[in-house]
């Protein structure tokens, strides 16, 4: 069952765990991935899940089951963690040298998701910020090995320029007659 936004949520720091979390009403809290020192000062105070908020998280459940297959727990975690990411993150400046061009112009949009070649691996990252020539994506895959000394987990955020994305390879069905 996908959750829907309601007027009690809240954006709260949880020092316990040292995340930030949403409380989804009196009794559940839904932790994100995101520590203090990557936050804006404000997350840190709590705030209130806005309209704003609401309106792009919805946005990511609309959009995420037509682009991949997962379950609906999956697709509530994913867009509660973008959301937070999109609206609680510091500004980064772009990583792309990480990754590998792309020989394909894409078109990169808030929700639409792509994939980053890194050393030979391919991994799957949701677009959660566009500008003109570059987008935040956040991880979707369990892990990208970016160096030897640098591994990206799963949820945590990078700008890369647009050339660095790469469509989804397309599911190749092959009847044999």
């Not at 987990?153 to 989804?168: A, W």
Request: aromatic share 10%.
């Amino acid at each position: 069952m996908l959750l829907m936004p309601q007027k009690d949520w809240q954006w709260k720091y949880n020092d316990s765990y040292g995340l930030l979390g949403v409380s989804l009403g009196s009794e559940i809290e839904f932790l994100t991935a995101y520590k203090a020192r990557s936050l804006i000062p404000d997350a840190l105070s709590g705030m209130e899940f806005s309209i704003e908020h609401a309106k792009f998280y919805m946005t990511l459940i609309d959009k995420l089951p037509k682009a991949l297959s997962l379950t609906d727990a999956a697709i509530v975690q994913i867009a509660l963690n973008a959301t937070a990411a999109h609206f609680m993150l510091t500004p980064q400046m772009p990583k792309s040298w990480f990754f590998d061009n792309s020989d394909v112009c894409v078109y990169s949009d808030v929700g639409k998701v792509f994939e980053l070649k890194c050393q030979k691996q391919r991994v799957l990252a949701l677009v959660i910020e566009n500008t003109l020539q570059s987008a935040l994506v956040m991880l979707l895959s369990p892990e990208c090995v970016l160096s030897s000394a640098k591994i990206m987990q799963q949820f945590e955020t990078i700008k890369v320029m647009h050339n660095r994305l790469h469509p989804l390879r397309a599911q190749r069905h092959v009847v044999a007659a």
